[in-house]
Each structure stands twice: as structure tokens, then as C-alpha cells.
T-cell receptor, first 113, second 113 residues
């Protein structure tokens, strides 16, 4: 079964520092991988996705993600964190045969002023 | 924002009563989904639809039914609400295909007392 894991429930980072939110995947074949962000009391917003090609994917709000096939990882990164980046982040992978997404349990990012 | 409207946005209901949540889209997307979000579980798929009158079960479908009589509307019904169904429910849409992005509505907060 296709799955993703987010090993950290919470990540704290100081404003202006680089941030990383981790995701590892378990899929058969070539993976499609997604990142979403959820602000309090809001729906999930699409950030970026990896389909094929360049291992570094650029997305919305200055975020990027690095696909690493040997480590089966797709970590979300940003060079300089903002307080407004504080939110819940979800990694996701398509489920088998139904065009739906299977999500990780989420990582709460707190950017400290 | 994707053209997805969920109603009601907030509802409190009593155990044993039926509840229907509505999702309306203006994007003419083929696929529609209902997810629930609970702390520690991330998002889990309840049901999805791949066309008018075409629906299938997701990971946590027990106690829920769905209907899709028009492309733009996808209804989620709790036949007899239980406290374990207290959750945040998200509707989502997609054009289909494993690489296609899924877009989410703003959520419906349901409390069963």
C-alpha cells in the first residue's frame, strides 16, 4: 500500500532560520508526492508536488521540497522562516487506483519570533 | 481558491439524529471526496465519487453514506450520528489522475452531543 510518514509531530524554528519538515514515503513504482498546508480553522491548501524530473520542486510561499529516491524522502524546506508560516503541514501520496490522496498525520510548525 | 462550498460550516446535533453535509463545486471536476480530520489521525477518506451516481468507499466509511445526483454536488449523510463522528469534515475535488492536484473546501465542523 502507498503510504507516507511524518516522523515529527511538531517542529519549532526561530524566525529567519531555515526550516525543514520531514516526510518519508513507501510506494511502488515512481511516486507522486504532495505537500499541503493548513492554517487554523481553514481547509488544506496545496503547496507543491513532485511528479517527475528535477529533484528540487518549488512551490507556493517560497517553499520547496527535495525528492530523494535513495532515502525515500520528500522533505519540505524554506530558507528563511516567517511567523506566518506557523501552520500544520501534510505530506501525501496517491492511493492505489482511486485518484485519492493518503495523508501523513501532519507536522505542526511553530515559527518563534 | 478552488470553487468549493461546504454547508453547513458548523453544526451541533444530538446522538441518533441524521445529518447531511453538502459540498458544491463550480469547477466541473469529475472526482469529489469526503475526508474527516481528527487529531492524531491526519485526514482519512470516507467516500469518494468518480462521476454522477458513481461512488465508492474509503478507509472509514462505516456509518456514512453519500450521493451524487449532479456533477457539482456531493452529499455526505450520517444516518444516525454518534459521538465518534464528531470531527471536521472536508470536501475535496480533483480532475482525476494520480498526478492531479486535489483541492479542498474550508471544512464543516460537526459536534455530536
Amino acid at each position: 500500500a502507498q503510504s507516507v510518514a511524518q516522523p515529527e509531530d511538531q517542529v519549532n524554528v526561530a524566525e529567519g532560520n531555515p526550516l525543514t519538515v520531514k516526510c518519508t514515503y513507501s510506494v511502488s513504482g515512481n511516486p507522486y508526492l504532495f505537500w499541503y498546508v493548513q492554517y487554523p480553522n481553514r481547509g488544506l491548501q496545496f503547496l507543491l508536488k513532485y511528479i517527475t524530473g528535477d529533484n528540487l520542486v518549488k512551490g507556493s510561499y517560497g517553499f520547496e521540497a527535495e525528492f530523494n529516491k535513495s532515502q525515500t524522502s520528500f522533505h519540505l524546506k524554506k530558507p528563511s522562516a516567517l511567523v506566518s508560516d506557523s501552520a500544520l503541514y501534510f505530506c501525501a501520496v496517491p492511493g492505489a487506483g482511486s485518484y485519492q490522496l493518503t495523508f501523513g498525520k501532519g507536522t505542526k510548525l511553530s515559527v518563534i519570533p | 481558491d478552488a470553487g468549493i462550498t461546504q454547508s453547513p460550516r458548523h453544526k451541533v446535533t444530538e446522538t441518533g439524529t441524521p445529518v447531511t453535509l453538502r459540498c458544491h463545486q463550480t469547477e466541473n471536476h469529475r472526482y469529489m471526496y469526503w475526508y474527516r480530520q481528527d487529531p492524531g489521525h491526519g485526514l482519512r477518506l470516507i467516500h469518494y465519487s468518480y462521476g454522477v451516481k458513481d461512488t465508492d468507499k474509503g478507509e472509514v466509511s462505516d456509518g456514512y453514506s453519500v450521493s451524487r445526483s449532479k456533477t457539482e454536488d456531493f452529499l455526505l449523510t450520517l444516518e444516525s450520528a454518534t459521538s465518534s463522528q464528531t470531527s471536521v469534515y472536508f470536501c475535496a475535488i480533483s480532475g482525476g489522475g494520480s498526478g492531479n492536484t486535489i483541492y479542498f473546501g474550508e471544512g464543516s465542523w460537526l459536534t455530536v452531543v
